[in-house]
């Protein structure tokens, strides 16, 4: 099968093109620009089915230039799903973000409330809107936290291991949120599970998430420990944010019933060795 797939410069998509190569199929990186409607309708030619994960992120870059977010999230959106439908199988699997849905103190199924957290949630929703008012043969990946030592700053474990490399010995450092609970996995995981799903060619929205709940201060405390800068500490601000992200993986179990384990220490214990040997040594 020879499948097209956006955004595999990405820490997501990269993983995602190359799972779907070991799995012996063709795979076909889209070059240009999403928000170019000509060059996708080009690329996508001959192609079976179609794998969008290009996407402006994250929630701080979205609101700096929210003009291009849009154009990138949503419009260049419409622009796959459209392509799509001249695709042999009419096929297009979306990535999408937990961040569509309204937070919640409970585990959140694929029919919880629609009501995004933040600007980026709102451009991926209505990029879902788009697909599914354009094709009906889709399927919608809402993907939860993920981390990489790959990934840029301004995801939650990536920023949270900057400050703590800043940071002096036995500093105090203040996290906010603390209480606030989240469903997170490495991006090798989040590939595990989404390349599967893809190959299928499920249709309709599925969850991508553990569904184990960690608070932000546990998440923290785990990376200090990974990092072996037990000498810091948190300092808890709550603030009464109450916008959890757990995912409700019911679904997800019935079409992948052998879901892959994942274990937070070992993979943040991962992630503090491959920043560590990223880091450039003094001569």
């Known amino acids: 099968m020879r499948i097209g797939i956006t955004g595999s410069s990405g820490v997501l998509g990269k993983r995602i093109a190359d799972g779907l190569v070991k799995h012996q199929h063709s795979v076909i990186p889209f070059q240009g620009d999403v928000r170019n409607q000509d060059e996708v309708f080009e690329w996508s030619e001959n192609l079976d089915a179609l794998v969008h994960t290009a996407a402006i992120v994250p929630v701080p ?3 700096q230039d929210l003009t291009k977010a849009i154009m990138t999230n949503v419009v260049g959106t419409t622009h796959l799903a459209s392509a799509a439908a001249h695709t042999s ?8 973000s937990s961040h569509v849905y309204q937070g919640s ?35 919608i990946i809402r993907v939860f936290s993920f981390f990489s030592s790959d990934q840029m700053a301004g995801f939650l474990v990536p920023t949270l291991a900057e400050r703590i490399s800043k940071s002096s010995k036995k500093a105090i450092l203040e996290l906010h949120n603390a209480d606030v609970l989240r469903d997170i996995a490495d ?29 932000v201060l546990e998440i923290a405390e785990k990376l200090l420990t990974a990092l072996r800068r037990t000498d810091c500490v948190w300092r808890e601000k709550t603030g009464g944010d109450r916008n959890g992200l757990v995912a409700d993986t019911t679904r997800l179990k019935t079409k992948l019933p052998h879901l892959p384990p994942f274990y937070l220490e070992q993979s943040l214990r991962k992630f503090a060795e491959d920043i560590s040997a990223n880091v450039p040594k003094e001569d």
């Open 61 to 63: 870059t979205v609101n």
């Open 89 to 96: 199988t009419g096929h297009i699997t979306y990535i999408s």
């Open 105 to 139: 103190q409970f585990d959140i199924s694929e029919d919880h409330r629609l009501e995004p957290i933040n600007l980026y949630g709102l451009t991926k929703l209505q990029g879902e809107q788009w697909v599914q008012a354009i094709t009906e043969n889709y399927l």
């Open 187 to 215: 991006a090798d995981w989040m590939s595990s599970v989404c390349v599967p799903l893809i190959l299928k060619q499920e249709k309709g929205v599925i969850n991508c998430g553990t569904g184990m709940r960690h608070t």
